[in-house]
């Protein structure tokens, strides 16, 4: 049985010859088509890309069945609605089944149940967001890591990175990633990394990267209150024209909202920020854009080149999507800096607040 994925991280066989040459001439060049398959910013660009991609995945002969990596919404949602109905009556229609899965879905509202029984012709496959909390261990909330993994599983870009436990660990990792790297502290105890030396940036030797887990490390170790160490985060170091923030909360009267604006330290300074409620779909993350100065310098300013808006619209999505999810197991993300320049946009840093009362003790600190 030859299977084929839409935007998922499994590996199966490749996809046929009919179906590969059709996918690159809608994607453009730059793409890479394969099973599974992400569109990616191609059908950021242009949403109609996403449904063109299920259509010829579904009607490819070779393909016997096709797994579709989304989510049924949480509340109404014109898009996302007629999506799901347009790809339930292609489903109708084909001699194979059509498959929709996530490792995220923490569960059915009473909405996304009425939703479910008008789609007959969809099987709706659900993982658990839960596991990823319940990693928290009753923590205010989850480490760098496990944050960025939650980010990522969400279609939120996010650096290249690992995580080392030993000094010669962290060489071996930046070695691999190559210089310069970004060396951090990782503890769920820690929320604000720099405020204790727990970033150490441009390292550009193998010496260097030593002397820095081992800074920091030392650092950790001297503070009253013991925070546990998970380990060091050896990051890539992205060049960045422009640092953004974007993020989300729940909030009391208007339930999660999304949150986008100038980033890094600029941040307090700037007060550049502007709100939306979640979800949202790609074009309300662009009217969210536009709503700042952060906005008018993505499209260029003043001679400069537009940088990469369609990464940032990708994590407004994400974000806006995990947040409706979460069902206000989360109280807040916090990706800054977002950083990005004209040919990427990745989450540079990320910070996962739950709604538990280890969080609401520490926020009366």
Same mark, same amino acid.
């Given at each position: 049985?030859?299977?084929?994925?839409y935007?998922a991280?499994?590996?199966f066989a490749?996809?046929s010859?009919s179906?590969?040459?059709k996918?690159?001439?809608m994607?453009g060049p730059g793409s890479?088509?394969?099973?599974p398959l992400?569109?990616?910013?191609?059908a950021?660009?242009d949403?109609?890309?996403?449904m063109?991609?299920?259509k010829?995945m579904?009607?490819d002969?070779?393909?016997?069945?096709?797994?579709i990596?989304?989510?049924?919404?949480?509340?109404p949602?014109?898009?996302r609605?007629r999506?799901l109905?347009?790809?339930n009556?292609m489903?109708?229609?084909?001699?194979?089944?059509?498959v929709?899965?996530?490792?995220?879905?923490?569960?059915?509202?009473?909405?996304?149940?009425a939703l479910?029984?008008?789609?007959?012709?969809i099987?709706?496959?659900?993982?658990?967001l839960?596991k990823?909390?319940?990693? +928290?261990?009753?923590?205010?909330a989850?480490d /760098?890591?496990?944050?960025?993994k939650? &980010?990522? $599983?969400?279609g939120i *870009? @996010?650096?290249?990175?690992e995580?080392a436990?030993t000094?010669?660990?962290?060489?071996?990792?930046?070695?691999?990633?190559?210089?310069?790297?970004?060396?951090?502290?990782v503890?769920?105890?820690i929320?604000?990394?720099?405020?204790?030396g727990?970033?150490?940036?441009n390292?550009n030797?193998?010496?260097?990267?030593?002397?820095a887990?081992?800074?920091?490390?030392?650092?950790?170790?001297?503070?009253?209150?013991?925070?546990?160490?998970?380990?060091?985060l050896? +990051?890539?170091?992205i060049k960045?024209d422009? /640092?953004?923030?974007?993020g989300?909360? &729940?909030? $009391?009267?208007?339930? *999660? @909202?999304?949150?986008?604006?100038t980033?890094g330290v600029?941040?307090?300074?700037?007060?550049?920020?502007?709100?939306a409620?979640?979800?949202?779909?790609?074009?309300?993350a662009?009217?969210?854009?536009?709503?700042?100065?952060?906005?008018v310098?993505?499209?260029?300013?003043?001679?400069?080149?537009?940088l990469?808006?369609?990464?940032?619209?990708?994590a407004?999505?994400g974000?806006?999507n995990?947040?409706a999810?979460?069902?206000?197991r989360i109280?807040s993300?916090d990706?800054?800096?977002?950083l990005?320049?004209?040919?990427?946009?990745?989450?540079?840093?990320?910070?996962?607040?739950?709604?538990?009362?280890a969080?609401?003790?520490?926020?009366?600190?």
């Open positions: 049985m030859f299977c084929a994925f935007s991280g499994l590996n490749p996809l010859p179906a590969t040459e996918l690159a001439k994607l890479i088509v394969g099973n992400d569109a990616g910013f191609a950021v660009v949403p109609s890309v996403y063109q991609s299920i010829i579904i009607d002969p070779d393909t016997d069945i096709v797994i990596d989304s989510e049924l919404p949480k509340a949602h014109e898009l609605e999506n109905r347009i790809v009556d489903a109708g229609a084909a001699s194979k089944p059509v929709y899965i996530s490792a995220m879905s923490i569960g059915f509202t009473e909405f996304t149940k479910r029984k008008s789609l007959p012709n099987a709706v496959m659900q993982g658990a839960v990823a909390l319940k990693s +928290a261990n009753g923590a205010a989850l /760098e890591v496990a944050s960025k939650l &980010l990522k $599983a969400y *870009p @996010v650096s290249k990175e995580i436990h000094a010669a660990e962290a060489v071996k990792i930046a070695k691999k990633i190559g210089f310069p790297v970004v060396a951090k502290v503890s769920a105890d929320l604000h990394k720099s405020d204790i727990g970033v150490v940036l390292l030797s193998a010496a260097e990267v030593k002397k887990f081992g800074d920091i490390t030392a650092r950790v170790k001297r503070i009253r209150s013991k925070p546990r160490l998970e380990g060091i050896i +990051a890539q170091q960045a422009f /640092e953004l923030v974007v989300a909360s &729940l909030d $009391a009267e208007m339930g *999660p @909202v999304v949150l986008f604006g980033g600029d941040i307090e300074l700037m007060k550049d920020v502007a709100l409620g979640a979800p949202l779909d790609a074009d309300e662009r009217q969210l854009i536009r709503r700042t100065k952060a906005g310098k993505l499209r260029g300013y003043r001679g400069k080149p537009a990469h808006e369609a990464s940032a619209v990708k407004l999505v974000l806006s995990l947040m999810d979460a069902g206000g109280a993300i990706v800054n800096p977002f990005i320049n004209s040919k990427l946009g990745v989450a540079a840093d990320g910070l996962v607040v739950l709604n538990n009362e969080a609401r003790k520490a926020a009366k600190r």
